[in-house]
């Protein structure tokens, strides 16, 4: 009988032997959301909408301010997080690249010198003497995939590794919007310094007043004594405004991988402006493929899936293969001769029957990784709609309430210009004179807050439409495919 026609017969009986090791009642429960079952038509009704409003690689760049796209630069190329992200992408594409690996035929050489010396009791034709023996020979193995485990294997591996390549995206992404909130807090935090000092500079010009007052019999040495109070109190602001700038630079020197000498560099940022309001027509359902981490999810759900493949085939018998042919000999003249030739063949049969339940426990673990990264998939999803839709009423409330503080703070001013008029002629009151330049002071500290959070709610809504993430066209496309832009990508980085 033939060596094909055994490995034949004995795959077909072990076939009909494999059910003593039963995948019965086995299988996942997930299932994942589609973006049309998330409704978020009301919410994202009266906004601009637009084919083309997603948002640019370098979004940043909208801004117009060269420094900050030179912090962002610079972040991008020495941040250890992206060093991190990067390393953890090249652990995914070597494991793929291993399972890739295994899936194709080996061929060992070998060269081999043994040498004994045994008893003549025990060897009479050659016992007492050194005998040497020389072999040249190859090995040939190879694991017949019949059931495909080992391509499913490697599809997972190839699918993890595009979603470490994701992932290092998405880092760059939240790297990004730190380095513009971080610069954007900056530039609020010298707005309230030049606050702090203005109200400092007020209540100098009211204490003088108030000194004036008092000489002349107007105000008592209580009401100087608590106006020179309040100049303590706001030196004290102009000197944690400075604090909070000092705090901020250093932050920004972190998140650049640089020591904090690196923030004292940082020049005064002038203040951005919030991104409009224009929305892409296409959301939500094109939301899937231009975020990240939820481009990332979905390949690992399809991993998981894979992986459930990898354990059913555990399941069935695997036939094996190896085979070498090689020379031997005692002498070394004759190693090269046609007698020192030999070789063999030996398929390998491997059946489970009765494992204790191993693989049934190892199915179910993998049924449950698919669970749990479908019902981490579905989260992502519903995280980045909410994110949209929170950033973009955040962005509209903000938008109201500057518009009213503003009023507000030129009523204020207007207050505080004529009660000073009638506190320096000696008509107003003390404490109209300071109960108008409190209003002032919170009017202005107020409207810089909330410009400040436009900035953040903006880059908020940048971040939720995946901060100019561009996706793959077919991100179903074969796993041959994957696997070439994994690995083109990491040799182009």
């Known amino acids: ?174 790297l990004s919007a730190e380095i513009v909130q971080a610069y954007s807090s900056l530039g609020y935090a010298y707005v309230q310094r030049d606050l702090a000092r203005d109200e400092l500079h007020r209540t100098q010009h009211m204490a003088q007043l108030s000194e004036h007052r008092w000489n002349s019999g107007l105000d008592s040495k209580v009401e100087y004594e608590q106006t020179e109070s309040l100049v303590a109190g706001a030196q004290q602001q102009v000197t944690a405004a400075q604090q909070s700038i000092n705090s901020i630079r250093i932050s920004l020197a972190a998140l650049l991988g640089k020591g904090p000498d690196r923030g004292i560099e940082i020049d005064r940022p002038r203040l951005l402006r919030p991104h409009s309001l224009t929305l892409p027509s296409t959301l939500p359902a094109d939301l899937l493929g231009h975020r990240p981490d939820v481009v990332a999810a979905r390949l690992r759900v399809e991993s998981a899936a894979k992986d459930i493949k990898v354990a059913k085939t555990r399941f069935y018998p695997n036939i094996d293969l190896s085979a070498g042919l090689g020379l031997t000999s005692m002498q070394t003249s004759d190693l090269l001769s046609a007698p020192a030739r030999f070789y063999n063949v030996t398929p390998a049969l491997s059946l489970p029957l009765f494992d204790g339940g191993r693989l049934r426990a190892n199915l179910a673990g993998r049924d449950a990784d698919y669970d749990l990264a479908v019902a981490r998939y579905n989260q992502v999803l519903i995280n980045a709609l909410s994110q949209v839709g929170d950033s973009l009423q955040s962005l509209r409330a903000l938008k109201s309430r500057v518009q009213a503080q503003q009023r507000a703070r030129d009523i204020a001013k207007s207050s505080y210009d004529l009660a000073m008029q009638r506190y320096g ?28 959070e436009q900035i953040d709610a903006s880059l908020r809504l940048v971040q939720a439409l995946g901060g100019g993430f561009k996706p793959h066209n077919d991100t179903s496309a074969n796993t041959h495919r994957q696997a070439g832009i994994a690995l083109n990508t990491l040799q182009a980085d």
């Open 1 to 174: 009988m033939s060596p094909r026609l055994i490995a034949l017969t004995l795959a077909a009986t072990a076939t009909a032997l494999s059910g003593c090791a039963s995948m019965d009642n086995l299988h996942p429960t997930g299932k994942t959301l589609k973006a049309s079952e998330l409704k978020a038509t009301q919410t994202l009704s009266d906004v601009a909408l637009s084919q083309n409003a997603w948002p640019d690689a370098d979004w940043w760049k909208g801004f117009k301010d060269a420094q900050l796209d030179d912090l962002v630069t610079q972040a991008l190329q020495g941040n250890p997080s992206l060093q991190v992200a990067n390393a953890r992408m090249q652990q995914a594409l070597a494991a793929a690249s291993v399972y890739d690996a295994d899936r194709q035929p080996r061929l060992d050489a070998s060269a081999r010198y043994q040498g004994r010396r045994q008893p003549l009791d025990i060897d009479p034709m050659y016992g007492n003497r050194y005998i040497a023996q020389k072999s040249l020979g190859l090995d040939f193995t190879y694991g017949f995939d019949l059931w495909g485990g080992q391509k499913a294997a490697w599809e997972a591996a190839v699918g993890r590794a595009q979603a470490a390549q994701v992932d290092r995206q998405a880092a760059r992404l939240t």
């Open 425 to 452: 002629s000696g008509i107003g009151s003390y404490l109209q004179a300071l109960s108008v330049e409190q209003q002032l002071l919170q009017a202005d500290k107020l409207l810089a807050t909330l410009k400040s």
